[in-house]
């Protein structure tokens, strides 16, 4: 009869009343019901199937949720959730209204810390531990479970700096399986390497130097192994760190055989583990593609041209430059600040430098871009992947706020094109005469058809381009949302249309003056489309313009509202923000009986 120990696991307390051959029938099941789900759901497979025995062994070894424990990063902790009571809702892992794909601390008492970037559980993990102490709490563990390509990262290394001279209970778990998303990289990556080899030893190593206990390396597989360890460690005060190694996709012979694609493969198989072919519709090139083929084939012309990315080189595309030009292209890992200052460094010595780093992640660098880059005025080009909602990934993940950071920096463009061709335009423009920092924003979407044969079209720097003619109304819109509004403008009547004007502003910064005075004084209202926060965003800019030119017209402001967008679909989301077409369509058809009212 086939086991089904996990149908009878609710919390943790349920795990710990386990004998050690059911622990070991558990992961087997635990296993197995994230493939089935992950199979038919989506989402991040690999990591959580690497760490099974390590998230069974903890919540049967420690006292959860009063033992404190957070996942760096998220990715791992599927099993975590399932153990801990949202089991019979896990498969609405991602989707809207469902449950985080991340740890979320208002989602369970168990999850002790928000963690959708990485590298922040050993600081986030010594600041519940020093407050435990303080409290005298003395009875309480404190738990960071952190991946070798988050532990190179800045902040965790300032973490593990300020660790070492802690006087504080406390367990950093490094669950070592040599890849993050992609490969891990650096020397520290080779360092872990000597030690997996025995070619270090615990009392100099690394860790032991920063007077942090080392244990290990151990087989992050063998259960009963864990457990004994992990139980030793529970009752020994101090800060100590237990290296284990693992195997990303474990269980699974495809996902272990191809850890980079079956991070996160889309919907699969689950018994041959083969990845659902992509519709047809999607053979449209992602604009990550041609950001990543148009570099190349600049580089191929331009012996200045570097790239730039941390830790994203296939989530960025910049692999195919690094397949080419190793030398002159670089994922130098979960490093965000150094890719920035990196990046400043190649440019003061004439390289022509593409940085490449998701939207969200380069909020962990405003520093950088604001001291090493922006006031030396430096011409880096940053490319900002996954701009504006991205969907399942949630609100750690959403891209939605990098027009109001950026615009506020002096000396930096900011442009966001309306399709892949404007893409690849504005990165053949920026390699020509660049005198200044540029931000380049862009969706993680398919969009147009590409015809790579046609030749490149420079982009004037600061110009507006009028796409519709109208009569009444004018809607500024920039970046791919405007898509949404060709189309919404496509689908209402003639009578309704016939009304709007439509322009696409793809520099947010600098701004095209003369077109905004023509049309502030050609037309009675004004509606700005952005998917970004409304507040300090593109509509923002247009607002300042008015008030500064004592322009008196309406203006409606549609983008992001005040808040963190949740996770879901990015239709679905774009729907929510009033951003989708039917949201738009709708919007539309009221506007101009709004506006007849208000100039009555």
Request: charged residues 20%; hydrophobic residues 40%.
């Amino acid at each position: 009869m086939k086991s089904n120990i996990l149908a009878r696991i609710h919390t943790p307390e349920d795990v710990k009343a386990l004998s050690l051959a059911e622990l070991a029938l558990l992961a087997k099941e635990l296993r197995e019901f994230i493939i089935d789900v992950i199979s038919v759901k989506e989402g991040h497979l690999g990591s959580s199937l690497g760490a099974t025995e390590l998230t069974i062994a903890l919540h049967y070894v420690f006292n959860t949720p009063d033992d404190l424990l957070v996942w760096d990063v998220g990715h791992q902790a599927y099993g975590h959730k399932i153990l801990t009571g949202r089991k019979d809702v896990f498969h609405t892992n991602r989707q809207k209204d469902g449950i985080s794909g991340f740890p979320k601390m208002s989602e369970s008492v168990y999850d002790a810390f928000g963690t959708g970037h990485s590298s922040t559980s050993i600081s986030a993990v010594l600041g519940m531990a020093i407050a435990s102490k303080l409290k005298g709490e003395h009875h309480k563990n404190h738990i960071a479970v952190i991946g070798d390509a988050s532990i190179v990262s800045g902040m965790a290394l300032e973490g593990l700096n300020h660790l070492g001279v802690s006087d504080v209970n406390m367990l950093v778990v490094l669950n070592d399986n040599a890849i993050g998303i992609d490969p891990s990289v650096g020397a520290f990556k080779n360092y872990l390497t000597t030690i997996r080899n025995g070619s270090t030893t615990s009392q100099s190593n690394i860790f032991s130097s920063l007077n942090i206990n080392y244990y290990g390396p151990i087989d992050g597989h063998d259960l009963p192994k864990l457990i004994d360890v992990l139980s030793e460690l529970k009752d020994k005060k101090g800060v100590n760190l237990l290296h284990i190694i693992t195997t990303k996709g474990k269980g699974l012979k495809q996902a272990e055989e191809n850890q980079v694609v079956y991070h996160a493969p889309g919907k699969f198989d689950k018994i041959t583990g083969e990845i659902h072919p992509v519709l047809q519709k999607a053979l449209t090139p992602k604009f990550q593609d041609v950001f990543g083929l148009t570099v190349l084939e600049l580089a191929r012309q331009n012996p200045k041209i570097m790239g730039i990315t941390p830790a994203m080189p296939t989530g960025s595309s910049l692999k195919y430059m690094m397949e080419k030009f190793p030398e002159r292209a670089f994922d130098v890992g979960i490093a965000e600040q150094h890719a920035v200052t990196l990046s400043a460094g190649l440019a003061t010595q004439g390289m022509i430098v593409y940085c490449n780093i998701y939207s969200t992640f380069m909020q962990r660098a405003y520093d950088q871009i604001i001291h090493d880059v922006a006031l030396q005025n430096l011409p880096v080009i940053f490319c900002l992947d996954r701009a504006g909602l991205v969907g399942e990934d949630g609100a750690t993940h959403h891209g939605v706020f990098d027009l109001a950071y950026l615009r506020c920096i002096p000396n930096m463009m900011v442009f966001s094109p309306l399709d892949e061709i404007e893409l690849r335009n504005i990165l053949f423009t920026v390699q020509t005469d660049l005198h200044s920092p540029i931000a380049i924003r862009y969706p993680r979407r398919r969009g147009v058809h590409i015809n790579w044969q046609k030749d490149f079209q420079k982009i004037p720097y600061g110009k507006a381009i009028e796409l519709k003619e109208g009569k009444t109304i004018a809607i500024l819109s920039t970046g791919f949302i405007g898509q949404n509004v060709i189309e919404a403008l496509q689908s209402v009547a003639n009578t309704v249309s016939d009304n709007f004007a439509h322009y696409h502003f793809g520099f947010v910064k600098p701004l095209d003056e003369a077109c905004l005075h023509h049309i502030f004084q050609q037309y009675k209202s004004v509606i700005t489309v952005e998917e970004g926060t409304v507040k300090g965003g593109f509509g923002s800019a247009i607002l300042e313009f008015a008030s500064e030119n004592k322009y008196q017209i309406p203006i409606d402001v549609l983008g992001i509202k005040d808040e963190f967008i949740s996770h879901g679909t990015i239709e679905e989301l774009l729907q929510e923000c009033g951003l989708s077409v039917n949201a738009l369509v709708e919007y539309l058809q009221k506007k101009i009986p709004q506006l007849v009212r208000n100039l009555k």
